[in-house]
């Protein structure tokens, strides 16, 4: 396959950047949803539901039927996260990455790049716990196509943010992933992070194990 290059982030690169981190965020959907459905919280949820109506119907084709929509629900429920999260995004940090990640103090944009194509991204900003603030630097916005996975762009672009840090002073590299980005998660601790904290985007994301570690 042809070799890669990290080079800094250009104007010319922003649609390829917003449209690579919203098919990566989106295609974890799936996996969340699978992730929901094993939780025994779901589990006894969709149980008491098909009793409930089972008990007022009298009908296993009815209580099926409630169940078979409440799965359905449950997977737009879930994609709805994936796709909220993503339009957050790209009104935030990434509708001016210049500005963000390219004019602010200690912050920085990087893409791989192939063949003259963006495979690959990663930005580095101040981290917004104020805790953090003065000893790390955040990871954040890291993707690679699908394509052109398993070949260690990944590695190479959080090494990339990782020597952004030392060379401002830093001390640590903090981030934040959800529990489905399993082979993120075994990047990132190949690398040395550890997980130290998880948080819900909400309450009902929290009561079906949907939770994002840093």
């Not at 094993?38 to 969709?46: D, E, H, N, P, S």
């Not at 917004?128 to 070949?151: N, Q």
Request: glycine share 8%; with cysteine.
């Amino acid at each position: 396959m042809a070799p890669y290059r990290i080079r800094q982030y250009e104007d010319g690169d922003y649609e390829v950047v917003r449209t690579m981190f919203g098919h990566g965020i989106k295609e974890h959907a799936s996996a969340g949803y699978i992730h929901m459905l094993k939780c025994l919280q779901t589990q006894l949820l969709f149980l008491g539901l098909f009793l409930a109506v089972l008990a007022a119907s009298g009908s296993l084709l009815v209580s099926l039927l409630a169940l078979l929509l409440t799965l359905i629900g449950g997977w737009f429920y879930m994609r709805s996260l994936w796709t909220d999260y993503v339009q957050q995004s790209l009104r935030n940090d990434l509708l001016d990455i210049r500005r963000t990640y390219l004019e602010a103090a200690d912050s920085c944009f990087w893409v791989a790049e192939a063949e003259e194509t963006v495979v690959g991204m990663v930005g580095a900003v101040l981290p917004d716990d104020p805790l953090e603030r003065g000893r790390a630097l955040e990871l954040k916005r890291m993707s690679v196509g699908r394509e052109h996975r398993g070949r260690g762009i990944g590695r190479a672009l959080c090494r990339t943010v990782i020597h952004f840090a030392q060379e401002c002073g830093y001390s640590a590299v903090v981030l934040s992933t959800s529990m489905v980005q399993y082979s993120a998660q075994q990047l990132y601790e190949s690398l040395g992070f550890r997980r130290v904290s998880e948080r819900s985007p909400s309450l009902l994301a929290r009561q079906l194990g949907l939770v994002v570690g840093s």
